[in-house]
Each structure stands twice: as structure tokens, then as C-alpha cells.
């Protein structure tokens, strides 16, 4: 019953810019915790990012400086905007968000993930 839809992802250059975008839909109530999280290959899935409901942030060291994370609550939407990218910045790029969902008056609360969005960096 819900969806996160990544968009923004594709291939740049070293030292260029990319905005991902991640839109949640479906019969959500409330969404707490936002995030990015990526996945290069034959590596495990690490936190890039995170941006609680009130909009607190936390990032990765390796990010931190080069990377922004936003959030639109009107519109269930979570941003990463990355700049100064670099080649072992390229990895899968997954979505996450902490959901209350209500269907028929009964909620419950999970987490969620996109599909991921490809991001490469070229030297």
C-alpha cells in the first residue's frame, strides 16, 4: 500500500552535481525518519543520509560536505543533493522511510525501501 519512487539518478563526471529524488505514495498517516542509503558492488548497503520529521540531519563522514539532504513533508518527498561527486561515490542508491500507515482505520508502522536509482562516477 506503499510506494517510494526514486528518480535523478545516471552517469557524471568527477567533481559534478546530482539530485536524487524520492516520492512516497499510498495510504500513508505519518512518515518519521527519511533516508539514502547506497550499495556498490560485492559491498553491503551503508547509510548516506538521514533527515528525521522535524528535519535533523546525519550523514556519512565520507559525505559529509559535498552531500545535502532535504524533505518536503507536504509532499512525501525526500531530496539528496550531491555535489563534488566522486568515482567511489558510484553505487545503487536506495530510499528509506519510516512509515505509520492507516488502512481502514488500523495503522502500523514499518520501514520502507525504494527500488534504487543507479548513480556513476566517471574519472
Known amino acids: 500500500q506503499v510506494q517510494l519512487v526514486e528518480s535523478g539518478g545516471g552517469l557524471v563526471q568527477a567533481g559534478g552535481s546530482l539530485r536524487l529524488s524520492c516520492a512516497a505514495s499510498g495510504s500513508i498517516f505519518s512518515i518519521y525518519d527519511m533516508g539514502w542509503y547506497r550499495q556498490a558492488p560485492g559491498k553491503q548497503r551503508d547509510l548516506v543520509a538521514l533527515?528525521?520529521?522535524?528535519?535533523?540531519?546525519d550523514y556519512a563522514d565520507s559525505v559529509k560536505g559535498r552531500f545535502t539532504i532535504s524533505r518536503d513533508n507536504t509532499k512525501n518527498t525526500v531530496y539528496l543533493q550531491m555535489s563534488s561527486l566522486k568515482p567511489e561515490d558510484t553505487a545503487v542508491y536506495y530510499c528509506?522511510?519510516?512509515?505509520?500507515?492507516?488502512?481502514?482505520?488500523?495503522?502500523?508502522?514499518?520501514?520502507?525501501w525504494g527500488q534504487g536509482t543507479q548513480v556513476t562516477v566517471s574519472s
Open positions: 533527515i528525521s520529521k522535524g528535519g535533523g540531519t
Open positions: 528509506n522511510a519510516d512509515i505509520i500507515t492507516e488502512i481502514d482505520f488500523i495503522r502500523s508502522r514499518r520501514d520502507y
